[in-house]
């Protein structure tokens, strides 16, 4: 089956620095990958859609320059935490498209900012 | 608005069967999932029904669709102690659109 990886597994960085977590399709090619984030005990909430070659659409009350999103090929998505903050702590979950009706998730990211 | 909801927690005796409710509202959903979440990992894509569908048998999972109650179950057949994790289910509008998904339901497997 199709296989989605995300780097690194696990993060701390101190307030006011920058992380970049990658999502890779290992054996298919994604044209849209999608970035979740999920608080401990909760459900993911979409945070954007990633579309290679164009911007990324993100959802209403995510702040696209503090989360940076760049789908720069078809196999790679980077979603870059700037200026973190201890609240931006959590577990980020990417996914990506193979078929038309079915998506792939990554193992997930935990962000620990201290 | 789109709206997926669950309950919370269910548990059971190893070898019984696990059923896992979830209701939507929004009736223009037309992919239904259900995922599996282990502790600490990612998201496992278990299986998934049409929305022109009402039944769909995959092993020992069985998931039933009311269109019209706007319902979803999920049934594992002699749930074992390695079912233990959380399922979510989750609808999108169509085919590779973004997934709502509900609050996930704590399945707990007793020997």
């Known amino acids: 089956g199709a296989v989605v990886s995300q780097h690194p597994s696990r993060v701390i960085c101190k307030s006011g620095t920058s992380v970049k977590i990658e999502c890779r399709s290992l054996?298919?090619?994604?044209?849209?990958m999608f970035w979740y984030r999920q608080f401990p005990k909760q459900s993911l909430m979409l945070m954007a859609t990633?579309?290679?070659?164009?911007?990324?659409?993100?959802e209403q009350g995510v702040e696209k320059d503090k989360f940076l999103i760049n789908h720069a090929s078809l196999t790679l998505s980077t979603l870059t935490v700037t200026s973190a903050h201890p609240e931006d702590s959590s577990f980020y979950i990417c996914?990506?498209?193979?078929?038309?009706?079915?998506?792939?998730f990554g193992p997930g990211t935990r962000l620990t900012v201290t | 608005g789109e709206d997926v909801e669950q309950s919370l927690f269910l548990s059971v005796r190893e070898g019984d069967s696990s059923v896992i409710n979830c209701t939507y509202t929004?009736?223009?959903?037309?992919?239904l999932y259900w995922y599996k979440q282990e502790p600490g990992a990612g998201l496992q894509l278990l299986t998934y029904?049409?929305?022109?569908?009402d039944m769909k048998q995959d092993q020992r999972l069985t998931v039933l669709l009311n269109k019209k109650d706007k319902h979803l179950s999920l049934r594992i057949a002699d749930t074992q102690t390695g079912d233990s994790a959380i399922y979510f289910c989750?609808?999108?509008?169509?085919?590779?659109?973004?997934?709502?998904f509900g609050g996930g339901t704590r399945l707990m497997v007793k020997p």
């Open positions: 989750a609808e999108s509008k169509g085919a590779g659109n973004m997934l709502t």
């Open positions: 990633s579309n290679e070659g164009s911007k990324a659409t993100y």
């Open positions: 029904i049409f929305s022109n569908m």
């Open positions: 996914s990506a498209r193979d078929l038309p009706y079915e998506q792939y």
């Open positions: 054996d298919f090619q994604a044209t849209t």
């Open positions: 929004d009736s223009s959903s037309t992919y």
